[in-house]
């Protein structure tokens, strides 16, 4: 079975850091990428960060490039995103995605991926 659960989500301050971890299944083949969107209330679902699980290459959305680090551990099976200072307008319900067919590049986009956690709760306060 494959699973896809994340954690770390909380309550912070503005300029506070935070650290959230997916833990996923490791199959024969794949995953071959894993990423991290977020989503807050009333707004559209939107791409934070993605890697490729085995060059480890990483794409980060304008919005926390420079603040933001994704990096995964392979022996551990799990897609870290670290999160540095933090701001209101981060807060939001974050979601953790794996693609497990490797059939696409666009990392981008959440079609690229076939499983999704269930998310974790961000909220930073003023």
């Known amino acids: 079975q494959v699973h896809v659960v994340e954690s770390g989500g909380g309550l912070v301050q503005a300029g506070d850091s935070l650290t959230l971890s997916c833990r996923a299944s490791?199959?024969?083949?794949?995953?071959?990428?894993g990423g991290w969107f977020r989503q807050a209330p009333g707004k559209e679902r939107e791409f934070v960060a993605a890697?490729?699980?085995?060059?480890?290459?990483?794409v980060t959305a304008d919005s926390v490039k420079g603040r933001f680090t994704i990096w995964r551990d392979k022996d551990a099976n799990t897609v870290v995103l670290e999160m540095k200072k933090l701001q209101p307008e981060d807060t939001a319900k974050y979601y953790c995605?794996?693609?497990?067919?490797?059939?696409?590049?666009?990392?981008?986009?959440?079609?690229?991926?076939?499983?999704w956690g269930q998310g974790t709760q961000v909220t930073v306060s003023s």
């Open positions: 995605a794996v693609d497990y067919r490797g059939v696409s590049v666009r990392f981008r986009e959440e079609s690229t991926y076939d499983h």
């Open positions: 890697l490729s699980w085995d060059s480890g290459y990483t």
């Open positions: 490791k199959l024969a083949y794949g995953p071959y990428a």
